[in-house]
């Protein structure tokens, strides 16, 4: 399988179809099936004591498998999270961007199942794992 959307492609699109997030987001490398992304941390981010919230934490690696998705089947806006499970297993750094190492597991013709490690700039542990299944829908 090969990439059908570039990492231009793939923002420009998430900008004309998610106006909401805007500037939120960063594609750093784009593979088959793997993508890394960086949640590029402002305040609305932050929960009290200057970390990442936890629904950025989600934002990001939702985002990732979104994105990686779109990179393998072209620009279909009407994929959707079907199930997501995270695990935050430590405290990001303060105020710093965080990064997202996704690779896709499965790609079928109806559902997508990818995985996430979410780092903290300059933590080497990641500070969260995800697992996300889309939905895609028919063509």
């Known amino acids: 399988m090969s990439l059908k959307m570039s990492a231009d492609e793939l923002m420009e699109f998430l900008?004309?179809?998610?106006?909401?997030?805007?500037?939120?987001?960063?594609?750093?490398?784009l593979g088959e099936m793997r993508i890394r992304t960086r949640l590029l941390v402002g305040e609305r981010h932050l929960r009290?004591?200057?970390?990442?919230?936890?629904p950025s934490i989600f934002s990001l690696?939702?985002?990732s498998v979104y994105l990686a998705v779109l990179a393998m089947i072209?620009?279909?806006g009407l994929a959707v999270?079907?199930?997501?499970s995270i695990d935050f297993m430590r405290k990001p750094a303060a105020r710093t961007d965080l990064i997202a190492e996704c690779r896709l597991l499965k790609l079928g013709r109806v559902l997508a199942v990818g995985e996430v490690l979410v780092f903290s700039e300059g933590m080497k542990q990641p500070v969260a794992r995800a697992s996300l299944t889309y939905s895609i829908?028919?063509?």
């Open 48 to 54: 009290p004591g200057g970390t990442v919230s936890g």
């Open 74 to 76: 072209g620009p279909q």
């Open 15 to 29: 900008e004309r179809e998610f106006p909401q997030v805007m500037g939120e987001f960063a594609i750093e490398e």
């Open 81 to 84: 999270t079907t199930n997501c």
């Open 137 to 139: 829908p028919p063509a």
């Open 61 to 63: 690696a939702d985002v």
